[in-house]
Nanobody
Framework: QVQLRESGGGSVQAGGSLRLSCAAS????????MGWFRQTPGKEREGVAR????????YYADSVKGRFTVFHDKAKNTVYLQMNSLTPEDTAMYYC?????????????WGQGTQVAVSS
């Protein structure tokens, strides 16, 4: 059974950077569609970045395009989200998930997430 564990969140000032990690266990994510999502209180969870780990093909929400980069480390069975030029609007709990390719539809139960807080 696949388990995903997010880490790397924290508090930064606007303009700063963070790198989030999504470590998988119980499943090899070498040819898998993975997604990063975020959620703030009272709002629906939104997808921000996707990757097909087989080819490295990526897709980004308009709100993060040009600032966030999603990539995969096969040896570590981990997907990362590099977040640059952060703004207070990026403050949220961030989650990763296996997704149906080409969609934001998660295929497994959500992990505990990692909190990102950006101050102005």
């Amino acid at each position: 059974q696949v388990q995903l564990r997010e880490s790397g969140g924290g508090s930064v000032q606007a303009g700063g950077s963070l790198r989030l990690s999504c470590a998988a266990s119980g499943y090899t994510i070498s040819s898998t569609c993975m997604g990063w999502f975020r959620q703030t209180p009272g709002k629906e969870r939104e997808g921000v970045a996707r990757i097909y780990t087989g080819s490295g093909s990526t897709y980004y929400a308009d709100s993060v395009k040009g600032r966030f980069t999603v990539f995969h480390d096969k040896a570590k069975n981990t997907v990362y989200l590099q977040m640059n030029s952060l703004t207070p609007e990026d403050t949220a709990m961030y989650y990763c998930a296996l997704v149906t390719c080409g969609t934001w539809s998660a295929r497994v139960a959500w992990g505990q997430g990692t909190q990102v807080a950006v101050s102005s």
